[in-house]
């Protein structure tokens, strides 16, 4: 399934921003979404997920200030940025996968164990 980023852009500290990604040709929702990141010179790393329950988890980074959601009749996922830093800047991802991931030890996460991610969308905080 391929999936497609938009919402990124340019913001000031403080701000805040809505990223969505959306499934392309299919309401199919992976039972595991996912936000990844990364920043220039740095690892992609897990920013939140959200199983098919809903439940969420978040990187100790960003929790309070991202919201990770989903609307599975869109099958469009969400990510609420409040209260951005320079340091959230980043090319950001969406990825699909199975339910297990979800459960995973949040530092094992990887970007290449989900089946689905679209070509990322650009957050600059500055």
């Known amino acids: 399934v391929q999936l497609v980023e938009s919402g990124g852009g340019l913001v000031q500290p403080g701000g805040s921003l809505r990223l969505s990604c959306a499934a392309a040709?299919?309401?199919?929702?992976?039972?595991?979404m996912a936000w990844f990141r990364q920043a220039p010179g740095k690892e992609r790393e897990a920013v939140a997920t959200?199983?098919?329950?809903?439940?969420?988890r978040y990187a100790d980074s960003v929790k309070g200030r991202f919201r990770i959601s989903k609307d599975n009749e869109r099958a469009t996922l969400y990510l609420q940025m409040n209260g951005l830093k320079p340091e959230d800047t980043a090319m950001y991802y969406c990825?699909?996968?199975?339910?297990?991931?979800?459960?995973?030890?949040?530092?094992?996460?990887?970007?290449?164990?989900?089946?689905?991610w679209g070509q990322g969308t650009q957050v600059t905080v500055s």
């Open positions: 959200i199983r098919a329950d809903s439940t969420t």
């Open positions: 990825a699909g996968g199975s339910w297990y991931l979800c459960a995973s030890t949040w530092s094992r996460l990887r970007f290449t164990d989900f089946s689905s």
């Open positions: 040709g299919t309401t199919y929702t992976s039972d595991c």
